[in-house]
């Protein structure tokens, strides 16, 4: 079949995330589905390819952005398009299966897939004749998946477990095999189980290698999606209800106010925390005494949400305006707001007035000599541990460091390992605001260890 549109994905590697443009070169006509809250990319593609924006749709209130919904309408003539029952608090079009978006070269139809959440709903583009050609399935269906039933609570879990069994085997799968599938979510969301580095697939390509898509009982399949669940980022907690509410338009990238050492320092003592964003080494060698240290590309957007308080006001340290920026930007997607300004002149010019705290390391040399003398917490994902990981080792995923009380004992050092040194040094910076103080980052983390071929111990 000929198609009288095209494709154009913006995915955000930090969420795992896919936001997907859909126009017609013929009528300079566009839709945007599922996309984030900083719209300028979005807008500047449109124009530069000529189109106007007429629909921005969401597959439903996802638990990990903030949709850039209202920001797009604000700006365009564009008609928010959403469930019917989303119960969004704002202007838009309730969306049912009776819905039919017509953009001249091709329409858009609804379909109500339930699961990943209860008002979930995907695209299907069809032809004049209905037939259809491309499926935006948002959470419903994805590369080798489908993405987690378990977000909105322990009690709704094994219900919208059953509801994505019809969903896929009732539903999706009945499309012909030659359709595109466009999923939001993929690889680097915490809304899915690890799958594919694949963002894109087939319905054809799902019914033969989704192990979802296989033949199944409905009990098979609800164990089957359950299984391998990662934990998720504290911050999803506040996001469905911003979504369904509406959170405030920004009206672009907001421009952070420079504060001076003097400020930032009177700014924490009125509790104002204080977020340092460069990498990891430079924060190990000199930082902000009490400061987050999370590096923008750890990614910030994930572990920002699952450290730092939803409410939090915050101060940037970063070492350029790009990263600056590219910080701020992350912080909004995920409804981080309350942002005060940024250190200017960076940490030299704290330097120049206020001490400046470190961190020390030890290589996997060291470490492995010293085993009896430390406290090793490796901070990394659970299937990460269950691969291999150090002997006599304790495992705490990093994120619940910093709002479960471990009470590590303190008459050995404590060593912070990951893979490489991000989440480390976050974990580590969550834990000297905690009090702790004799604490190593163990340099090069995992990936050091197994370079020296260093025992690992599985499960």
Same mark, same amino acid.
């Given at each position: 079949?000929?198609?009288?549109?095209?494709?154009?994905?913006?995915?955000?590697?930090?969420?795992?995330?896919?936001?997907?443009?859909?126009?017609?070169?013929?009528?300079?006509?566009?839709?945007?589905?599922?996309?984030?809250?900083?719209?300028?990319?979005?807008?500047?593609?449109?124009?530069?390819?000529?189109?106007?924006?007429?629909?921005?749709?969401?597959?439903?209130?996802?638990?990990?952005?903030?949709?850039?919904?209202?920001?797009?309408?604000?700006?365009?003539?564009?008609?928010?398009?959403?469930?019917?029952?989303?119960?969004?608090?704002?202007?838009?079009?309730?969306?049912?299966?009776?819905?039919?978006?017509?953009?001249?070269?091709?329409?858009?139809?609804?379909?109500?897939?339930?699961?990943?959440?209860?008002?979930?709903?995907?695209?299907?583009?069809?032809?004049?004749?209905?037939?259809?050609?491309?499926?935006?399935?948002?959470?419903?269906?994805?590369?080798?998946?489908?993405?987690?039933?378990?977000?909105?609570?322990?009690?709704?879990?094994?219900?919208?477990?059953?509801?994505?069994?019809?969903?896929?085997?009732?539903?999706?799968?009945?499309?012909?095999?030659?359709?595109?599938?466009?999923?939001?979510?993929?690889?680097?969301?915490?809304?899915?189980?690890?799958?594919?580095?694949?963002?894109?697939?087939?319905?054809?390509?799902?019914?033969?290698?989704?192990?979802?898509?296989?033949?199944?009982?409905?009990?098979?399949?609800?164990?089957?999606?359950?299984?391998?669940?990662?934990?998720?980022?504290?911050?999803?907690?506040?996001?469905?209800?911003?979504?369904?509410?509406?959170?405030?338009?920004?009206?672009?990238?907001?421009?952070?106010?420079?504060?001076?050492?003097?400020?930032?320092?009177? #700014?924490?003592?009125?509790?104002?925390?204080?977020?340092?964003?460069?990498?990891?080494?430079?924060?190990?060698?000199?930082?902000?005494?009490?400061?987050?240290?999370?590096?923008?590309?750890?990614?910030?957007?994930?572990?920002?949400?699952?450290?730092?308080?939803?409410?939090?006001?915050?101060?940037?340290?970063?070492?350029?305006?790009?990263?600056?920026?590219?910080?701020?930007?992350?912080?909004?997607?995920?409804?981080?707001?309350?942002?005060?300004?940024?250190?200017?002149?960076?940490?030299?010019?704290?330097?120049?007035?206020?001490?400046?705290?470190?961190?020390?390391?030890?290589?996997?040399?060291?470490?492995?000599?010293?085993?009896?003398?430390?406290?090793?917490?490796?901070?990394?994902?659970?299937?990460?541990?269950?691969?291999?990981?150090?002997?006599?080792?304790?495992?705490?995923?990093?994120?619940?460091?910093?709002?479960?009380?471990?009470?590590?004992?303190?008459?050995?050092?404590?060593?912070? #390992?990951?893979?490489?040194?991000?989440?480390?040094?976050?974990?580590?910076?969550?834990?000297?605001?905690?009090?702790?103080?004799?604490?190593?980052?163990?340099?090069?983390?995992?990936?050091?260890?197994?370079?020296?071929?260093?025992?690992?111990?599985?499960?």
């Amino acid at each position: 079949m000929k198609q009288n549109y095209f494709v154009h994905p913006f995915v955000d590697t930090g969420l795992g995330n896919s936001a997907y443009l859909i126009g017609s070169h013929e009528t300079k006509k566009a839709i945007l589905i599922d996309p984030l809250r900083d719209i300028d990319r979005y807008l500047h593609t449109a124009s530069e390819l000529g189109l106007t924006l007429t629909h921005v749709l969401d597959t439903h209130l996802h638990a990990d952005f903030i949709s850039g919904n209202r920001e797009i309408a604000s700006q365009t003539n564009a008609v928010i398009g959403a469930s019917a029952t989303a119960q969004l608090a704002f202007d838009h079009s309730p969306l049912t299966e009776d819905s039919i978006i017509d953009l001249g070269a091709f329409q858009i139809r609804v379909m109500t897939t339930p699961g990943h959440s209860p008002e979930h709903i995907s695209f299907l583009i069809t032809d004049e004749n209905k037939n259809p050609s491309a499926l935006f399935s948002g959470g419903a269906l994805i590369v080798g998946g489908a993405a987690r039933t378990d977000l909105l609570g322990h009690e709704h879990t094994h219900s919208l477990a059953h509801d994505l069994y019809h969903t896929i085997h009732d539903k999706l799968l009945k499309l012909p095999d030659e359709v595109n599938v466009f999923p939001t979510h993929g690889a680097g969301s915490f809304c899915i189980a690890p799958a594919s580095s694949e963002r894109t697939t087939t319905i054809g390509n799902e019914r033969k290698n989704n192990h979802l898509a296989q033949p199944q009982t409905e009990e098979e399949f609800i164990q089957h999606s359950l299984k391998g669940l990662p934990a998720y980022p504290t911050y999803y907690k506040y996001m469905r209800g911003l979504n369904q509410k509406g959170a405030k338009i920004l009206g672009g990238v907001p421009v952070l106010k420079p504060l001076s050492a003097s400020e930032v320092k009177a #700014q924490m003592d009125n509790d104002v925390v204080v977020l340092d964003v460069r990498h990891f080494k430079q924060f190990g060698q000199g930082h902000i005494p009490n400061s987050y240290g999370i590096f923008a590309n750890a990614p910030l957007v994930v572990w920002a949400g699952w450290v730092i308080p939803f409410e939090a006001k915050i101060i940037l340290v970063a070492e350029s305006t790009d990263q600056r920026v590219d910080a701020t930007r992350q912080l909004i997607r995920i409804g981080y707001d309350n942002l005060v300004g940024y250190l200017d002149g960076g940490i030299e010019a704290w330097a120049k007035e206020y001490p400046v705290e470190t961190v020390q390391n030890i290589n996997a040399k060291d470490l492995r000599e010293r085993l009896d003398e430390v406290n090793v917490v490796d901070v990394r994902r659970l299937s990460e541990w269950n691969d291999g990981h150090i002997p006599n080792a304790t495992h705490i995923e990093g994120g619940r460091l910093a709002w479960e009380d471990f009470d590590f004992p303190e008459d050995k050092p404590l060593v912070i #390992q990951c893979a490489s040194g991000n989440r480390s040094m976050v974990a580590i910076s969550v834990l000297k605001r905690q009090g702790y103080k004799n604490i190593l980052q163990a340099e090069g983390g995992i990936n050091q260890w197994k370079l020296n071929n260093f025992e690992l111990k599985k499960g």
